[in-house]
């Protein structure tokens, strides 16, 4: 790996490899010179969003929502890295003088938290080191966390950039690739579907082929999910995705960056669609009325 990064020096990617310390800022807002693809990029690429919703997200940014600071808390505690979770012990946070406070954390490049959400994520962390797998999976004294990995994909040329939440120290046994996602529901069935909805199967197939193009894991690595719900008493689930799952997640992962080569390429970035679409109505209508068909 490379050398951690100073605050001193400003990041931009001269080389492809792996990068310790970068701010999370740094890396959102893509230091490659004239851009790269990361694994929510690629998911944007494919639908049921669009190359044109991508590239606004792109010009834009994203907005901050309450949720996604949530998450980076978490992230924090379970982690041990990341953004300064800064507590804002006020009743309302409406008032002129909170709404100020609030605003200066986040540019300074903090999170903001009532007592409440600070003492949840505490709690989430410390369930995640009781977690018989978990607790071994992310254990600070073998791996590495926010590991940044920089390279060209050899089949289409694009630069590519992934951010592992969690990265293990060379050993004996199968490299394990750490990636933890707060839920809603941490039971099976509910992950298959949220699996599914936020693409973490494209997500493994842009993560790995990162991983490996760095020379950071072989190819007899893997990427697991660490799910924990946001509710008490904060249940984890470890995933490994299905043989299927895998397949599939690669070959979209494929897909989203032949798009990328092809719209960076024209300078091109379609919508849903330039033809016209032919829509049926949903199939548990159509059903009601099989007469008229």
Known sequence: MAAPLTEEQPFVVERPGVYLGVPDADYHRDPVPGGSLSSTGARKLLPPSCPALFKHWVDNGQEVKAAFEHGKAAHQRVLGVGPELVLVDRDRWDTKEVKAQVSAIREAGGVPLKRADME???????????????????????????????????????????????????????????????????????????????????????????????????????????????????????????????RIGEHLAREARHLYRECTTSGRWPGYADDVVLLSLPGYVENRYQELM
């Open 120 to 246: 949840q994520v505490d709690a989430m962390a410390a369930q995640i080191r009781e977690h018989p797998h978990a607790s071994k999976l992310l254990d600070p004294d073998r791996g590495q966390a926010e590991v940044s990995l920089f390279w060209q994909d050899p089949e289409t040329r694009v630069r590519c950039r992934a951010r592992l939440d969690w990265a293990p120290d060379p050993g004996p046994g199968r490299p394990l690739l750490v990636d933890y996602k707060t839920c809603d529901s941490a039971e099976p069935e509910k992950l298959e579907k949220a699996v599914n909805q936020y693409g973490y199967h494209v997500q493994r197939g842009h993560y790995l082929p990162g991983a490996r193009a760095t020379g950071l894991v072989g190819e007899d690595a893997e990427l697991l999910f660490v799910f924990q719900e946001k509710r008490p008493p904060y249940l984890v689930t470890v995933v490994e995705l299905h043989p299927v799952a895998k």
